[in-house]
T-cell receptor, first 113, second 110 residues
Framework: NAGVTQTPKFQVLKTGQSMTLQCAQD?????MSWYRQDPGMGLRLIHY???????DQGEVPNGYNVSRSTTEDFPLRLLSAAPSQTSVYFC????????????FGPGTRLTVT | RKEVEQDPGPFNVPEGATVAFNCTYS??????FFWYRQDCRKEPKLLMS???SGNEDGRFTAQLNRASQYISLLIRDSKLSDSATYLC???????????FGAGTRLFVKA
């Protein structure tokens, strides 16, 4: 199993550009989520999904969209990049909601200039 | 007040030392508790779940005190390879509300 994969690993955007961060998992997990990690703040939940076709907002959803058309894929779209979105983005999946390990992808380092 | 607070780091300890990390959480309805380890520029990985009765995995012991809303992680006989950031994670009720602490950095020196 590849586990959770993310692309790209690194990205530089200009303010106002849009892009999609890709995330895929091959563990047949129903639950997937996107986090951002900033220095001194821990990981913060952006959006999550409890299954194909079902998504919901996390703690910091503004400026991001998600969709879940298949169990495997959970892309994160930045609509109009801002310098405040410079961060490391992690995708994670788990078998169930509470009580289960979350498996993380390797992360995408995004810089917005 | 942050929902999950951890000891400020970094902790600098010699090999063989015992080190303890603490974490407090504010939501009394929290249901699940974990410690994750994150190496520099890598993704977090589960170190251990934390149960009310306390649990041990080799050199690592985790404790949960629901009354005080407090979680701890004890590392005995520290190794150089234990150098990492340790993240306290709390999951609440009503769905996928997962809160990460900011992490505590540990440096183990020879």
């Amino acid at each position: 199993n590849a586990g959770v994969t993310q692309t790209p690993k690194f990205q530089v955007l200009k303010t106002g550009q849009s892009m999609t961060l890709q995330c895929a998992q091959d563990m047949n997990h129903e639950y997937m989520s996107w986090y951002r990690q900033d220095p001194g703040m821990g990981l913060r939940l952006i959006h999550y999904s409890v299954g194909a076709g079902i998504t919901d907002q996390g703690e910091v959803p503004n400026g991001y969209n998600v969709s879940r058309s298949t169990t495997e894929d959970f892309p994160l779209r930045l609509l109009s990049a801002a310098p405040s979105q410079t961060s490391v983005y992690f995708c994670a999946s788990s078998y169930s909601l509470a009580g289960d390990e979350q498996y993380f992808g390797p992360g995408t380092r995004l810089t917005v200039t | 007040r942050k929902e999950v607070e951890q000891d400020p780091g970094p902790f600098n300890v010699p090999e063989g030392a015992t080190v303890a990390f603490n974490c407090t959480y504010s939501n009394s309805a929290s249901q699940s508790f974990f410690w994750y380890r994150q190496d520099c520029r890598k993704e977090p990985k589960l170190l251990m779940s934390v149960y009310s009765s306390g649990n041990e995995d080799g050199r690592f012991t985790a404790q949960l005190n629901r009354a005080s809303q407090y979680i701890s992680l004890l590392i005995r006989d520290s190794k150089l390879s234990d150098s990492a950031t340790y993240l306290c994670v709390v999951r609440g009720t009503g769905g996928f509300k997962t809160i990460f602490g900011a992490g505590t950095r540990l440096f183990v020196k020879a």
